[in-house]
C-alpha cells in the first residue's frame, strides 16, 4: 500500500492491574488497517475483543493501554484529550457490538436513536437528520422503514436489531467499522444476511473493516485477510484465500475442531496446546 | 423397541387469545440407541419439545411414550432415572456455591444411588476429568469442564436417554470438539440414546443420525445425515438452511 493506512498499530498491550499483579491481555500486537477487510480470530481470552476496544481507548480503569504507536490515517489517537476521542468514536471509527438487545437504548425509539446518533457528530436540523436515518434504514435492507422509525428495540428481532445497530453505525460516515462478533448472537440464515450487508456497504463506501470473530471458517470467507490471536499474540497471519496453507498448530487446531456437514470425521482434533505458543513473539501484521 | 415415541405433539404457552402454539402437531420416533436431532431458528420450537419431554412444560396435548413409559401431566420417580437433561449455558445451569462433589452427590441421593463416593470418582473419570476437580467450585472451572460436570451430573442416576439442549453453543470450536468427542464416547460406552438440540447444522451432523428441521413450530422435514450430505434435502428451507451452513474452506 502506498499511502498512509487508515489505522496503523505497533506493539498496542493492554494491561490490567490486579491483586496479584499486572495481567496482560493484549501482549505487542503490530497491525495496519487499510481499505480492506481485515479478520481477527481468536478463542474467548485471546484479546482480539481487547485489541477493537482499545483502538477506540474504550478499556475502563484498571485497564490500562500501551503502544509504541497508534494512529488514526496519521493522526496519534494514544495521546489524544479525551474530547477528540469523542469526536472520534462513532464520527470516525464505529463499532458494531455482539447482541444488539444489549447495545440498543430500550426506551428510546428506533428512529430517535438514530438521529441522537448523528445530531452527536453533525450540525444537522431536525428534519434532514430524520430524513438522513430513513435513508440508512433503507440502505441495511429494512423495509417499511416508517413504520422500524417508530418502533422501541424490544419491538423488532434480533437480526433487524442488529440491522438497526449497523444503520446507526453508518450514519455519521466513519471511515472505520469494527464490527466484534457482530452476528453470533443470530440465526444462521439470518447471519448471511447480516454479513451481505456489511459487506456491501463496506465495499460501496470504501470503509475500512476490522472483523473480530471466533468463527474461522466465516472469516476466511468474508474477510481479505485474517489475524489470528492466541494468548493476546498474533500468532499467524495471511490472506484469506491463503487460509488454507496455514502452517501455526494452532490454526491448523481450529480450523479442523469444526465438525464439518459436508467431511464428517468420527473424532474431532482436539488442540493440544503447546505452551511454547504462549511464549512466542508476536507476529506482525503491518503491511 | 423405539426409545421415544412422540405423536401429535402441541405444546402452547398462554390462554385463550394470548395462546401461542410454540409447537405444532409435532410426531416422531427415536429409536433405543439412536441419536436424533433438532434443528431451526430461535423460536421455532426446538427447545420446546424437549422441555415438554423432560416435564418442564405443564401445557402440552398428544402422546408421548419415553423409554416404554406413557407420559402424562406428571411424571414419575423412575422416569427421571431414565431420562436427563443437559442444558445449554454451564455457566447457569450450575450451582455457583455447591461444589462439585455436593452437585453430584445430591444427584444421586435423590435417586437413591449406593456407593455414592465411589461412583463420584467413576463419574468424574468418564467425563474426563480427574479426582483433582471434586471439591471445586463452578468459579474454578472454564467453560468447557463446568460442561463436563453438567454432564456427569446428567450420568449421576445411570439414565438411558439424554436430553441435549445446545450443549455447546455457549464454548468456543476447541472445546466444543473436546465435548462432542465426549458424548459420542459416553453414547458407545452407556448404550445411550440421545436427542439433541443445536442451531448448528455441523455439530448436528457429527452427533446424530436422523435430524429433524423445524420452522414455526412444525417439522418442515425429517432426514438422515447422508441424504443432508448429498444435499437431497426436499424443502425449500432446508436447502437455504444447509447453503447457509455450508461455509468449510477444507
Redesign the interface.
Known amino acids: 500500500m502506498t499511502d498512509a493506512p487508515l489505522l496503523d498499530v505497533e506493539n498496542l498491550w493492554v494491561k490490567f492491574r490486579t491483586r496479584t499483579g499486572v495481567f496482560d491481555a493484549v501482549r505487542g500486537v503490530s497491525f495496519t488497517l487499510g481499505k480492506e477487510r481485515l479478520g481477527i480470530v481468536g478463542?474467548?481470552g485471546s484479546g482480539k475483543s481487547m485489541t477493537g476496544r482499545a483502538i477506540l481507548r474504550l478499556i475502563r480503569p484498571p485497564g490500562f493501554i500501551e503502544a509504541d504507536k497508534l494512529e488514526l490515517k496519521g493522526e496519534d489517537i494514544l495521546n489524544a484529550p479525551e474530547k477528540r476521542m469523542r469526536q472520534l468514536r462513532g464520527g470516525r471509527v464505529s463499532m458494531i457490538m455482539q447482541d444488539p438487545k444489549f447495545s440498543l437504548n430500550p426506551v428510546m425509539t428506533v428512529g430517535q436513536q438514530l438521529v441522537e446518533a448523528l445530531r452527536a457528530h453533525e450540525k444537522v436540523s431536525r428534519s434532514e437528520a430524520r430524513q438522513r436515518a430513513l435513508e440508512v434504514l433503507d440502505e441495511v435492507a429494512i423495509r417499511d422503514v416508517d413504520r422500524v422509525y417508530d418502533l422501541y428495540p424490544h419491538e423488532v428481532s434480533?437480526g433487524m436489531g442488529q440491522r438497526i445497530m449497523i444503520a446507526m453505525m453508518l450514519l455519521p460516515n466513519p471511515e472505520i467499522l469494527i464490527a466484534d462478533e457482530p452476528t453470533s448472537a443470530l440465526?444462521?440464515?439470518?447471519?448471511?444476511q447480516v454479513l451481505d450487508i456489511i459487506d456491501k456497504l463496506v465495499s460501496d463506501r470504501g470503509m475500512g473493516l476490522m472483523f473480530i470473530s471466533?468463527?474461522?471458517?466465516?472469516v476466511?470467507?468474508f474477510c481479505d485477510r485474517i489475524v489470528i490471536m492466541y494468548a493476546g499474540r498474533i500468532v499467524e497471519t495471511c490472506k484469506a484465500s491463503e487460509?488454507?496453507n496455514a502452517s501455526h498448530p494452532y490454526t491448523l487446531?481450529?480450523?479442523?475442531?469444526?465438525?464439518?456437514?459436508?467431511?464428517?470425521?468420527?473424532?474431532?482434533?482436539?488442540?493440544k496446546r503447546d505452551p511454547a505458543w504462549r511464549e512466542a513473539p508476536s507476529v506482525s501484521a503491518r503491511q | 423397541m423405539s426409545a421415544i415415541t412422540i405423536k401429535d405433539l402441541t405444546v402452547w404457552f398462554g390462554t385463550g387469545a394470548e395462546r401461542n402454539d410454540a409447537v405444532k402437531d409435532v410426531s416422531f420416533d427415536v429409536a433405543d440407541g439412536e441419536s436424533f436431532g433438532l434443528v431451526g431458528e430461535s423460536g421455532s420450537g426446538k427447545s420446546t419439545i424437549l422441555r415438554a419431554i423432560a416435564g418442564l412444560v405443564p401445557t402440552w396435548s398428544g402422546e408421548m411414550t419415553v423409554a416404554g413409559e406413557t407420559l402424562g401431566p406428571k411424571r414419575s420417580k423412575a422416569f427421571y432415572s431414565k431420562v436427563q437433561m443437559v442444558f445449554q449455558d454451564p455457566y447457569a445451569s450450575l450451582h455457583p456455591r455447591q461444589t462439585v462433589d455436593r452437585v453430584l452427590s445430591e444427584a444421586m441421593r435423590l435417586h437413591g444411588v449406593e456407593n455414592i463416593d465411589s461412583r463420584i470418582g467413576t463419574l468424574l473419570d468418564d467425563v474426563g476429568l480427574g479426582p483433582g476437580f471434586r471439591f471445586r467450585y463452578p468459579h474454578q472451572l472454564s467453560g468447557g469442564q463446568r460442561q463436563r460436570v453438567a454432564i456427569a451430573r446428567a450420568l449421576a442416576c445411570d439414565p438411558s436417554i439424554l436430553l441435549l439442549d445446545e450443549p455447546t453453543s455457549a464454548l468456543d470450536v476447541s472445546v466444543q470438539a473436546e465435548i462432542l468427542n465426549l458424548l459420542v464416547d459416553l453414547r458407545h460406552e452407556h448404550k445411550l440414546t440421545y436427542i439433541m438440540v443445536s442451531h448448528d447444522l455441523g455439530v448436528v451432523g457429527h452427533l446424530c443420525e436422523r435430524i429433524g428441521v423445524m420452522k414455526d413450530g412444525r417439522f418442515e422435514e425429517v432426514l438422515t445425515v447422508e441424504d443432508m450430505r448429498a444435499f437431497k434435502a426436499t424443502s425449500p428451507y432446508t436447502r437455504h438452511l444447509l447453503e447457509s451452513s455450508i461455509n468449510s474452506i477444507r
Open positions: 478463542e474467548s434480533g440465526d444462521v440464515s439470518v447471519q448471511l471466533h468463527d474461522l471458517n466465516l476466511a470467507k487460509l488454507r487446531g481450529l480450523l479442523n475442531s469444526v465438525p464439518d456437514l459436508e467431511h464428517p470425521r468420527d473424532r474431532l482434533e482436539v488442540l
